[in-house]
C-alpha cells in the first residue's frame, strides 16, 4: 500500500499465476492483480496459495489430478480418491521453495495423513502452510521511512471424508480452515490490517472401471473445491473471493507388460469466481460462483479462455521407478500460465519419493522455474474386514 507499502504481497504474488491483494488506494478496498493492468481479464482471488499444487506427483504430470490413482495426497485433489487407496495408513510431506531463484526464505509446506477403517471408508487430515519470508513494511517511498520487519504466513488446515459407493464409484468430502497473516495488525493512517479467515468446504466424485485390455483401468473425478465465505483484511466492507475451483479429470492407466504400465491423465479446471467487471467483487459468495460460468463480458468465448487444461503422462517400471511428463495451459487473456513439467519417482517397500521441475514456455519467469520440488511418503499395509457388499 502507498500507506502501507505492502511489498510483502508483491513479492508473494510474482509467481505469474492468479493472484491478488488489497488496494489501499481504493476507497471500496477493490482488487487488483500485482504487475497486471486493471483492465485485464484475469480473475483474481484471496490466498491464491490454496491452488498451488502441493505434491511432487501430481506436479510433474502438469498440475492433473482429480482422476489419477489414490495416494497419500488424494485429500488435497479428490477427496473421494481415498475410498480406493489400497494401503492401510500412510502420509506424506511436500517441500516447495518459492521464487527459490532469487530468495531463500519463501516455502510451501504440504503435511497429509489418511487412515483406512474398513473397506469402504478412509480418513485423512492434512495441513498446507505457506512462509513468506521476512519482509520491510515502510510507509511510503522513503527507505528510512519504516514500520517494522515481519514474516506473513498462511495455512490451511483440512479434514477429509471418503467412502464407496459401490465398487467403482466414491464420493468424498473436506472441511477447511484458512488463515491468512499477511501483515500482522499493522495500522497506517486510516487503514487497519488484520489477518484474514475463512472455513470452506470440497466435495468430489469418483468412477474407476477396469478394462480387459492390456489389464488396464478408466476413471473419472470431479470436485468442487474451496467453497466457502469470502475473506476480508480489513473490514467488513472489504472481501474477497476464496478460488473456489471446478475441476474434471479423466485417468487411463495400461499394462504394457507385467514389469511396465503407463498412464495418461487430463484435467480441466474453472474458477467459480466472478469474472472482472465493475462491481464483480462485491457479489454475495453464492451469487458469484452460481454466476461464475455466465458473467463473462466476452460472452461465451471469454468463459471457455477462462478453463485451463493440465495434461500429463506416467511411467512405471515394476512399480519401482517412475517418470513423468506434463503440460499445464492457461489463455493469454486470463493468466498465460503455460509450462512444461517433468518429475520422477521411487517407491520401495513402505517408503516412496517424489521429485519434480517446471519449465515455462510462454516466456515469462515464473515463481516455480528452475527449482525442484520433493514429496517423500511413507505407506503401510493393514488387514481390512472383507466385510459385506458396498451396495447392501
Same mark, same amino acid.
Given at each position: 500500500?502507498?500507506?502501507?507499502?505492502?511489498?510483502?504481497?508483491?513479492?508473494?504474488?510474482?509467481?505469474?499465476?492468479?493472484?491478488?491483494? &488489497?488496494?489501499?488506494? !481504493?476507497?471500496? @478496498? *477493490?482488487?487488483?492483480? /500485482?504487475?497486471?493492468?486493471? %483492465?485485464?481479464?484475469?480473475? $483474481?482471488?484471496?490466498?491464491?496459495?490454496?491452488?498451488?499444487?502441493?505434491?511432487?506427483?501430481?506436479?510433474?504430470?502438469?498440475?492433473?489430478?482429480?482422476?489419477?490413482?489414490?495416494?497419500?495426497?488424494?485429500?488435497?485433489?479428490?477427496?473421494?480418491?481415498?475410498?480406493?487407496?489400497?494401503?492401510?495408513?500412510?502420509?506424506?510431506?511436500?517441500?516447495?521453495?518459492?521464487?527459490?531463484?532469487?530468495?531463500?526464505?519463501?516455502?510451501?509446506?504440504?503435511?497429509?495423513?489418511?487412515?483406512?477403517?474398513?473397506?469402504?471408508?478412509?480418513?485423512?487430515?492434512?495441513?498446507?502452510?505457506?512462509?513468506?519470508?521476512?519482509?520491510?513494511?515502510?510507509?511510503?517511498?522513503?527507505?528510512?521511512?519504516?514500520?517494522?520487519?515481519?514474516?506473513?504466513?498462511?495455512?490451511?488446515?483440512?479434514?477429509?471424508?471418503?467412502?464407496?459407493? &459401490?465398487?467403482?464409484? !466414491?464420493?468424498? @468430502? *473436506?472441511?477447511?480452515? /484458512?488463515?491468512?497473516?499477511? %501483515?500482522?495488525?499493522?495500522? $497506517?493512517?486510516?487503514?487497519?490490517?488484520?489477518?484474514?479467515?475463512?472455513?470452506?468446504?470440497?466435495?468430489?466424485?469418483?468412477?474407476?472401471?477396469?478394462?480387459?485390455?492390456?489389464?488396464?483401468?478408466?476413471?473419472?473425478?470431479?470436485?468442487?473445491?474451496?467453497?466457502?465465505?469470502?475473506?476480508?483484511?480489513?473490514?467488513?466492507?472489504?472481501?474477497?473471493?476464496?478460488?473456489?475451483?471446478?475441476?474434471?479429470?479423466?485417468?487411463?492407466?495400461?499394462?504394457?507388460?507385467?514389469?511396465?504400465?503407463?498412464?495418461?491423465?487430463?484435467?480441466?479446471?474453472?474458477?467459480?469466481?466472478?469474472?472482472?467487471?465493475?462491481?464483480?467483487?462485491?457479489?454475495?459468495?453464492?451469487?458469484?460462483?452460481?454466476?461464475?460460468?455466465?458473467?463473462?463480458?466476452?460472452?461465451?468465448?471469454?468463459?471457455?479462455?477462462?478453463?485451463?487444461?493440465?495434461?500429463?503422462?506416467?511411467?512405471?517400471?515394476?512399480?519401482?521407478?517412475?517418470?513423468?511428463?506434463?503440460?499445464?495451459?492457461?489463455?493469454?487473456?486470463?493468466?498465460?500460465?503455460?509450462?512444461?513439467?517433468?518429475?520422477?519417482?521411487?517407491?520401495?517397500?513402505?517408503?516412496?519419493?517424489?521429485?519434480?521441475?517446471?519449465?515455462?514456455?510462454?516466456?515469462?519467469?515464473?515463481?516455480?522455474?528452475?527449482?525442484?520440488?520433493?514429496?517423500?511418503?511413507?505407506?503401510?499395509?493393514?488387514?481390512?474386514?472383507?466385510?459385506?457388499?458396498?451396495?447392501?
Amino acid at each position: 500500500m502507498n500507506k502501507l507499502g505492502l511489498a510483502l504481497i508483491i513479492l508473494v504474488l510474482a509467481t505469474g499465476a492468479r493472484a491478488q491483494v &488489497t488496494n489501499p488506494n !481504493s476507497s471500496t @478496498g *477493490s482488487t487488483t492483480l /500485482i504487475g497486471v493492468d486493471e %483492465t485485464n481479464k484475469v480473475i $483474481t482471488t484471496a490466498v491464491p496459495f490454496l491452488g498451488i499444487t502441493p505434491d511432487s506427483r501430481a506436479a510433474g504430470m502438469g498440475d492433473t489430478g482429480a482422476a489419477t490413482t489414490p495416494d497419500a495426497n488424494s485429500g488435497y485433489w479428490n477427496a473421494a480418491k481415498l475410498a480406493f487407496i489400497d494401503k492401510g495408513s500412510g502420509g506424506s510431506l511436500s517441500y516447495t521453495p518459492w521464487l527459490g531463484k532469487i530468495i531463500n526464505d519463501m516455502k510451501i509446506i504440504y503435511l497429509s495423513g489418511f487412515y483406512k477403517i474398513d473397506r469402504k471408508q478412509t480418513v485423512a487430515a492434512s495441513m498446507k502452510y505457506f512462509d513468506l519470508g521476512e519482509v520491510q513494511f515502510n510507509k511510503g517511498p522513503n527507505p528510512d521511512d519504516q514500520l517494522g520487519r515481519y514474516n506473513p504466513r498462511e495455512f490451511a488446515f483440512d479434514v477429509t471424508y471418503s467412502r464407496l459407493l &459401490t465398487e467403482r464409484m !466414491s464420493i468424498g @468430502g *473436506s472441511l477447511r480452515y /484458512i488463515h491468512s497473516n499477511l %501483515t500482522g495488525y499493522l495500522q $497506517t493512517g486510516n487503514f487497519d490490517a488484520k489477518p484474514g479467515n475463512s472455513v470452506a468446504v470440497d466435495f468430489g466424485f469418483y468412477y474407476k472401471k477396469p478394462i480387459v485390455w492390456k489389464n488396464s483401468d478408466l476413471a473419472f473425478g470431479a470436485t468442487i473445491t474451496n467453497l466457502g465465505g469470502k475473506i476480508s483484511y480489513s473490514d467488513q466492507n472489504s472481501k474477497d473471493f476464496l478460488p473456489t475451483n471446478l475441476r474434471l479429470g479423466s485417468y487411463y492407466k495400461m499394462e504394457l507388460d507385467p514389469l511396465n504400465t503407463l498412464a495418461f491423465a487430463l484435467d480441466f479446471n474453472k474458477l467459480m469466481v466472478p469474472s472482472p467487471y465493475p462491481g464483480s467483487k462485491d457479489k454475495p459468495m453464492l451469487a458469484g460462483v452460481l454466476g461464475s460460468f455466465t458473467d463473462a463480458t466476452g460472452g461465451f468465448s471469454e468463459e471457455m479462455a477462462e478453463i485451463t487444461i493440465s495434461t500429463g503422462t506416467e511411467y512405471w517400471y515394476n512399480n519401482t521407478f517412475a517418470g513423468r511428463l506434463g503440460y499445464f495451459y492457461e489463455a493469454k487473456s486470463k493468466g498465460n500460465r503455460q509450462y512444461l513439467t517433468a518429475g520422477v519417482g521411487f517407491r520401495y517397500n513402505k517408503f516412496g519419493l517424489d521429485a519434480a521441475y517446471m519449465v515455462p514456455t510462454n516466456g515469462r519467469e515464473s515463481a516455480l522455474a528452475e527449482t525442484l520440488r520433493f514429496t517423500i511418503m511413507l505407506l503401510f499395509e493393514k488387514k481390512v474386514k472383507e466385510d459385506d457388499s458396498v451396495t447392501d
